[in-house]
Every structure is written in structure tokens, then in C-alpha cells.
């Protein structure tokens, strides 16, 4: 009997490829790498965020998920573990030792079990993969990639990473262990796309410090340093300057406190309890000998920083002498939000620092030099760029090419396509499986589709007029006044005249219109529309009530 | 008797300070420098664009205008002109050549003789202004800054500029001008500061021509180049280009053929006849001899390059072998928009080309250095930094203290702020008058308040639901079915349970509260709210219509 052919399967839940979840497939036999979550885009109204789409995978009770295995701790590879869990509650989470306390937080305690712990260069096995994490530099200690030995050939997976020669946690790029790849063979390389439109080579985590230490020398008030809560190594350099300048640590926000605390305990953060305080009392320390870790580098309206720039925190308020460093760059989408919040904060008096004034921030991932050298290490024969867009996935083939890999051995793959790989080729096949969005709004999952975010778009645009009328039943005749309901179209109390257009019209339109109730409302529908579009050149919605009495 | 103080007045309509339109007030009179509109923030839900507030003007009827002049053509200074006129239909409009060819075309013509031709080096008086208009180096030809003589000394207004010692045009910077200024005494530097945060020289406009080079000889088949309808110097690189590689060149959009219609007729786009092909027959062409001008650079959901990129174009589609140039830089806000539309258009197997991918955009504004070489120029007593947001200003006045101003002489407006100078000094007045956005939406301007921009925010963010229910008059009874309308909050056929707990709560609530109709109707829309929200963990806006049958 042939071999079945080994399919993999982007499954993310945004518009980078890959990012939040990969399924592996040989037969009857899965495993998924990462479940990770994404922030909705502009037009994603009121979504709060959006997970992976499962439906793939609940829909194939015959497939065998032996395990998620996870590149590290960050939100967009680790935020939507406890809805993966919820739907497949019996499959093993392999992840590092920080990575799986930082999950550990997100789960209930009953579920803990299913976390089993690995290590950079211990290989396991789940049923005909094996699996072998490797370490890469990012910004969170702790991260691996995964290469994963199939009946087909060996597949290595980078996840997150950069060439960082100057790690903060001294944990050096895993160079040897890539060429031994390279050289045992590697049949597919999925590889980190995210900048590859910028030439060279990431700087190193350890460039940012010098800019770090001129804010500690210069800054007379107190420092606010934003950044993410998951950003391990950010949190050391500052508490590394708070140790040089003689300065307290405080550390704000529920989920930054946790990871810090989780951090020191397995000695992934090195801050010694006498630098930290309790946020609660910073107000009793002098300025000048305040350091205070925020969340918000991204102008989240409901993080610290936000509401600091807006004057809405309960406990606290910027003031004259402060100084602020967002230690991160805006994610596309947030800059305008990102920049507000800085206008905002200067209003108030502070000094704010950020890239591209002083470099306190770099990227954690590979430049155009290092994804070449990750190609000439691994020497794949076939390469899938992913975590990216389609335009950085397409650069990223570019780049391949020119390293000598065949134009016919770059694949790109949607999330949601499916690439099959057997002993003849890797190729796209054509077949698609749901692999788009499942929104997040308040308390429930997936409910949210597109035709209630278009709706939205149109709420948001020009909003909606209601028009309740009463009707004689027996004549038709129109009795009493119409009323009127209307928000996010236009001022109602300065629009008389166009209210007194519409009422108009309805009489107009029931006077002519005696015919049954349902078409009666869709005509009376059509002929609002039509007099707020003349009177407005706006379309909102419109919707006729009429009640027979 | 005292000499009245001169005040200086930004007036934007955006977040960035008196980019769009500044008033210069000396006791009755007064002159306006520009009136452009800019581009909603991304929640401004449903705005089409903002014009500066005039209102201050407008309740000002002792004051007397003197002249609208005009900087440069671009939209964010001559965008609201039009507005302009219908509110001051007697304000004489001072333009160059190029610049008030750009604005007839958006003046009816019973107002073109409004506008009165100037040259740069050649003053005018306005009053008591004494208006010099100076050639500055921008991104479209014919751009002048403004050296107004005042009974309270000189102030020089650079406009947007750049110092571009290569123009496309030819026509360099006028540096002795400048330096001349200094030498009188600048008593007030009002300077753009878009680019503050940037190190270094913008690079001239030429230095795109390599690029565009590259790609012409070696795109295989149709090139299409977008970019704003008024960034006449992309225009004429494309056209030198065409006529370099022997292709046709298409203009498609209406402002754009007007533009470039305009500037051929005035000898500023030097496009030879032979050359430009008619955009409704291009089909007609072969692919590799075809270079298309687009609009749609920003990502503009309705402009060309956004149709051709999601397939909503009625004449044309994008396929393997175009090449697209998006010789532009996303504006804060757009750029999820931007990206968007690229990645669409590489899924049609277009090849496109942007920055940073090959440098096909360069600024239109000064760096850090050229910010210094004007201060240095024009040795000003006083700078107020203009054009940018705070934080530019900000970075804008940092240069200005290392180049030797004191810190209380930089002087930092707000739009809406009042800065006032006499012969003993320029500072910023207590005084603020209406300086904020003015919406325009559909056919109307103004209608559209805070009120309704936030309205359209809880729309777009929960929708509505309404619930219409019919009581008996004497008893209170409800009668019949409560009906449910709602759009933007959840699937509602998906969700039956969710609807029979409503109108469950619908028969608790009249059940227990059968009195008067208004008080009536608050308590129903509070109990559903409720509802709602301990079923979804959402708020979308509730209206109840109880009507007594």
C-alpha cells in the first residue's frame, strides 16, 4: 500500500500566514503547532479578537491530534491554547519551561496536567513525527523551533525568530544544530517572513540598552517604560538600568505582574525583590527614583498607558518631569492610536521616548541577511515562507530564489490551503479548508460573522432610522403621529424639516399602499431610503414598522 | 493710543496644527493662509473628509478679510477653498499660476475671477500685511512659503517644503530669500515640522528615477504607477520613463486627467502629445507597452488601484505580468488599507513595487537637517513649529533650542490657540477659540457632531436591537408577539434562545410595570440592556416601543 501523503495546513487566524496555527497530517495521525490569537483589524467592529478556525479539525473525528506543540510565549502563538483545549480537551501541550508557565496562566488548574514540558535539543515523539525542538533568539527567552522528522522527509519549522549574537540571556543561536539539518537533509523549511522587505540584519536585543541607559541619566521625574506584557527581555534591561540608577521597580497591570512573577521564579527574569516595590504605594517614592512597567505600548484604549494619556487611571496621573519610553513599535493598524496616546501624553507634560527618536525598540525577527542565512544553513529543498502577509511571504521567495533555491520549490500557501508533501514532490494541492477568522466579541466565540460585521459597517457609516407607524386595520388609515428612532445618521433635534420630510413620505407612501402588511413595510422601506439618500446623499439603514390596530 | 497685538490663529481641521489653514489678525484685519481639508481618523465612523471650523470667522462679522493665500496645491491646503468661498464669497484667493489652475477646477466659474495670480519674489499688500511669497521645493511644482511684513515685525511661514537642491523641475531652493529675512530680522518662524523625527536630508525627488528606471526595464508587461492626482513631479518622472521605453501613458481618473490636463496647458508637466494614450482604449495596447497612471495609492476603498486589487474595476483587472508602483507612503491610519490592497493585488499575480522595497517615494518634507539650515537661514527671534502633530512640534522645538533659540521663544500652538505678538514679546494667549474639525458627510457639513460620531461608535461596536410590542390601552396587557429588529449584534437566526429570552424578559417587565408610557418604555429598555448583557457580555443600544392599542 502507498504511503499516505503528509499534508500541512496554515490554519492562522489573521491575515499573516501560518502564525497562530499549522496542522501536520499522515493519515489518521495530527499534530498542530502553536494556537495563537491575532488583534481584529479596523474594520473588524467590536470584535475583541479573533482565534484560529478549528472547524478543520472538530470536523474529522477520525483525525488523531497526539499533541500542540508551541514556539513560545507570545500572545499570537499562545492566546487561544485555552479555546483549543476547550474543543480537543485530551490532546498534550509540549512547550519550554517559560512558555508553559506563561500558558499555565491562561488555563484552569484542572487542565495543568496536559502541559508537558520540553527542551531545546531533546527530541520526542508523537506517533510517526518526531519531534525536535531547537532554540532561536526572539524577545521572550525560551523560544524553539521545531524540526520535525516525517515518513516524507524532515520538515524544520523556525517559528519566531532572529540571529541575535549578543542575546540578553546569553543564549547564543543553535548555528550547529541548524547545519546538521542542512546536512542530514531538509525536505521543507517553513520559515519567519516578517521583515522580509528590510535589508540586513535585525540588530541585536542588547542595542537598545545604551538608548535606555540616557533615559535613566537624564530622565529628573519618574520613567514609565511601555511595553508588552510577554517582552521578558525589555522587563531585564529595565530592571537592569532601575539597579544601576538607583531607582524602584514597579510593575503594573495583572498580567504583566503574573509573568514577572512566574519569570523570576524559574529564573528566566534576574530582578532582585529589594529594587522591586509595590505599585500600590509608588506614590510615596520620590520621582526621581521611580521606574514603573506599563502595558498599552500599543494605545489599547483599556491598558495603563491609555488611560494615563487620557486622564481616566483611578490611582494615577502624568505630570510635568515624567518621562515615558514605548519600548515597542506599533503593530499596522495601531500607529494611529499609538500616536494619539503619544500626543496625549505630551499634552500632559511628560517626555516621551520612542523609536524612531531614540532605537528603545528593535524587532524580534529575521532581516533579509539573516532569512539567507537561515536558507544556506538548512539548505531545504523546498521552502514555505510563512508569518507573514502575502507580500512579505512573496519577498521572502524572492530571497529563497536568489539563494538557489528553484522558483518550482517556493510555495505559498494561504491560511487555509493545504500543501501536500510525498516522496515525489511538496506541492499546493487544491483543496481549502475553512482556515479563516473566528471572531472573539464579549462573552462568545464565533458568533460574530461577516454579515454582522458588515452590518456594523454600515451602522457605523451612516446608522439607522426606524420608523413606527399605526395603522387602521380595517381602512389602512394612518392614525396618529410616526414615530421616529434614529442614532449615528444625523442630528435629530437640529433636523427638523428632514424630520418632517420623512413623516411625508410615509404618509404619502401608506396612502397609495393598502396592500398587505409585509409589502407594505417594504415599500414603505424603499420610499424612506430614497427620501433621506435625496435629502442626505447617506444610506442607513432604514427599517418600517407597521402596526395594524 | 497702543498698537493693537497681532494674533496668530491655526485653525486645522486635523490633529496636525495649522496644517490646514492659519489666520493673521491685526486689529480688524485679517488675512487666512490656506484651506485644506484632511482625511477622518479611523473612528471617525462615516466621515468623508474634515474641513478647518470657520466659526470663529464667520461670528466675527467686525473683521475684515483681506485675502485667502495659498501655499500649494495640494489637498490638505487647498482641499476646503470651495468651503471657503461659500462662507467668504468675496475673500480674494492669491495663488501661483500652477496652484490657481488647481483650484479653478474645483471652484464653480462665477468665482474664478476670486482668484488672483502671484509670483514668488514679487510682494503684495493685504491691509497691513506685506505679503512675499518665496519659492520653496516641495512635491508638486510651484509651492511658495510666505515672508508677511507686520506692524509687529517680519514672520516667515515656510509652508510645506523641503530643500531639494536637484528639483525635477529645476527651479532650487531660494536660499539668499531666505538668508535675506535673516538679515532684516525674523521676529517669528512658523516652519513645517512634518518630519521632525526624521535624522538627516530628505533625498531630492530625483532620486527616485532609479527605481523607476529599474522597473520600466524590467517589467514584461502592463505598468501601472499610483500615486496622489497631485504629485505632478511622479507624473513627469513617469512620463520621461515612457518616453525612455517607448510605452504609452494612460492617465485614468477624472482629477487626475484634470491635473495633468491643467498642468501640460500651463508648461508645468512637459508631456509630449505623442505619448499619452486615451485611458478608455488602453486594452487595445499591448501589455509591455502600456504604463498606467492610478489613484488610489492610500488604499481609498472607491480610487482605481482598490477596485483593480479586489476585482471591482467594470473595464479592467489586474493579471500576472502587470507591475504596480505605489509611489506613495501610507499616512498614518491608512495603512492597514494600504497593505490590504497590495497583498490583493499579489494574489492577482501582480509584481508590486513599494517602498522599502525599492526607494519609488520620497518625503515632500524637510529632515532634521534642513530643519536647521531654515533656522539657521532665517535666524529667527521666535519659532512656532506648525504642520505636525504634538509630537512633532515638540521634536521641531528640541532642533530649535540646540540651533541657539531659547526654550521660552519656541512657542507651541494647538489648534484653536491664540498666539499673540507685539512689540514686547510672542507667546501663546490663555484665549482658545473653535479650532477643531468640521465633518463632512454625504451632502452635508457640520451636521455630523461628536454626538453622532459616538453614536456610530457603539453601533459599530454592538449594533441595536429594538423591540416593538403592542399593550392594551385600558389593562396593559401585552398583545401579540413582542417584534424584534436588530442588526450588528448577533446572527439573530442563529440565535432563537437568545431571542425567547428576551422577549421573556419583555412580558416579566410590562407584567410588573403597567404605568405611564415613557417611564414604561425606560424600564423595558433598561431590563433588555440588562438582559442582553448578562447573556452576551455586550452592550449594543436598546430601544423599546410600547404601543397602547
Redesign the interface.
Known amino acids: 500500500m502507498a504511503r499516505p501523503t503528509l499534508r500541512v495546513i496554515p490554519l492562522g487566524g489573521s491575515?499573516e500566514v501560518g502564525k497562530n496555527m499549522t496542522v501536520l497530517e499522515y493519515g489518521n495521525d495530527a499534530i498542530v503547532i502553536d494556537s495563537g490569537i491575532m488583534f481584529p483589524?479596523?474594520d473588524m467592529?467590536?470584535v475583541d479578537y479573533i482565534i484560529p478556525d478549528f472547524s478543520y479539525l472538530t470536523q474529522r473525528p477520525h483525525l488523531k491530534i497526539h499533541g500542540l506543540i508551541i514556539t513560545h510565549g507570545h500572545e499570537d502563538h499562545i492566546g487561544a491554547v485555552s479555546h483549543f483545549v476547550e474543543a480537543f480537551p485530551r490532546v498534550p501541550i509540549y512547550a519550554t519551561r517559560l512558555t508553559a508557565g506563561l500558558i499555565k496562566v491562561k488555563l484552569s488548574t484542572e487542565h495543568h496536567a496536559l502541559i508537558k514540558m520540553i527542551n531545546a535539543g531533546e527530541p520526542f515523539t508523537l506517533s510517526v513525527f518526531n519531534v525536535e525542538p531547537f532554540h532561536v533568539c526572539h524577545s521572550i527567552p525560551d523560544c524553539v523551533g521545531f524540526a520535525i522528522d516525517t515518513p516524507h522527509g524532515l520538515i524544520v519549522h523556525t517559528g519566531d525568530y532572529k540571529f541575535d549574537n549578543n542575546p540578553i540571556d546569553g543564549k547564543r543561536p543553535d548555528y550547529a544544530r541548524l547545519a546538521s539539518y542542512g546536512q542530514r537533509g531538509v525536505r521543507l523549511l517553513m520559515a519567519d517572513s516578517t521583515n522580509s522587505?528590510?535589508?540586513g540584519w535585525t540588530p541585536p536585543e542588547i542595542t537598545i540598552e545604551p538608548a535606555f541607559d540616557k533615559v535613566f541619566q537624564q530622565a529628573k521625574g519618574r520613567i514609565m517604560v511601555a511595553t508588552f506584557a510577554s517582552l521578558i527581555s525589555r522587563i531585564q534591561i529595565t530592571a537592569n538600568m532601575a539597579q544601576k540608577y538607583g531607582r524602584k521597580m514597579f510593575i503594573t497591570g495583572f498580567t504583566m505582574r503574573e509573568y514577572v512573577k512566574l519569570a523570576r521564579e524559574i529564573n528566566y527574569l534576574d530582578i532582585p525583590e529589594s529594587i522591586l516595590g509595590d505599585a500600590n504605594k509608588v506614590s510615596s517614592y520620590e520621582p526621581h527614583k521611580v521606574v514603573m512597567m506599563v502595558t498599552g505600548s500599543q494605545g489599547e484604549p483599556s491598558a495603563v498607558l491609555s488611560k494615563l494619556a487620557h486622564g481616566r487611571h483611578r490611582q494615577m496621573e502624568v505630570v510635568p518631569g515624567d518621562t515615558i519610553v514605548l519600548s515597542s513599535h506599533p503593530i499596522?493598524?495601531n500607529?494611529?492610536m499609538v500616536?494619539?496616546t503619544?500626543?496625549k501624553l505630551?499634552?500632559r507634560g511628560a517626555n516621551?521616548v520612542y523609536d524612531?527618536?531614540e532605537r528603545v525598540h528593535v524587532s524580534g525577527h529575521a532581516c533579509q541577511e539573516e532569512m539567507r542565512l537561515m536558507i544556506n544553513l538548512t539548505k531545504p529543498e523546498y521552502i514555505m515562507p510563512v508569518h507573514g502577509?502575502?507580500?512579505h511571504l512573496?519577498?521572502h521567495g524572492k530571497i529563497a530564489v536568489e539563494c538557489g533555491i528553484p522558483q518550482d520549490k517556493v510555495i505559498f500557501a494561504e491560511n487555509g490551503m493545504v500543501v501536500e508533501m510525498d516522496k515525489v514532490s511538496v506541492r499546493k494541492s487544491s483543496e481549502r479548508v475553512p482556515g479563516g477568522y473566528v471572531f472573539v466579541?464579549?462573552?462568545?466565540v464565533g458568533?460574530?460573522?461577516k454579515?454582522?460585521i458588515r452590518?456594523?459597517?454600515?451602522?457605523?457609516?451612516?446608522?439607522?432610522l426606524?420608523v413606527?407607524v399605526?395603522v387602521n386595520k380595517q381602512t389602512g388609515d394612518v392614525l396618529g403621529r410616526p414615530?421616529i428612532?434614529s442614532?449615528?445618521?444625523?442630528?435629530l433635534r437640529?433636523?427638523d424639516d428632514l424630520l418632517e420630510t420623512i413623516r411625508g413620505a410615509v404618509l404619502d407612501t401608506l396612502k397609495t399602499n393598502r396592500s398587505a402588511n409585509g409589502k407594505r413595510q417594504d415599500v414603505l422601506q424603499e420610499s424612506i431610503s430614497r427620501t433621506l439618500y435625496s435629502e442626505?446623499?447617506?444610506r442607513p439603514?432604514v427599517?418600517a414598522?407597521v402596526?395594524e390596530?
Chains 1, 2 share one sequence.
Not at 487 to 491: A, D, L, Q
Open positions: 491575515g483589524a479596523n467592529h467590536g522587505d528590510k535589508p499596522p493598524g500607529e494611529e500616536y494619539r503619544i500626543n505630551i499634552e516621551v524612531p527618536l502577509e502575502l507580500r512573496v519577498q466579541d464579549g462573552s462568545s458568533d460574530i460573522g454579515a454582522v452590518d456594523r459597517e454600515i451602522l457605523a457609516s451612516d446608522g439607522f426606524i413606527n399605526n414615530e428612532i442614532r449615528g445618521f444625523i442630528y437640529d433636523s442626505t446623499k447617506r439603514m427599517f414598522v402596526n390596530v
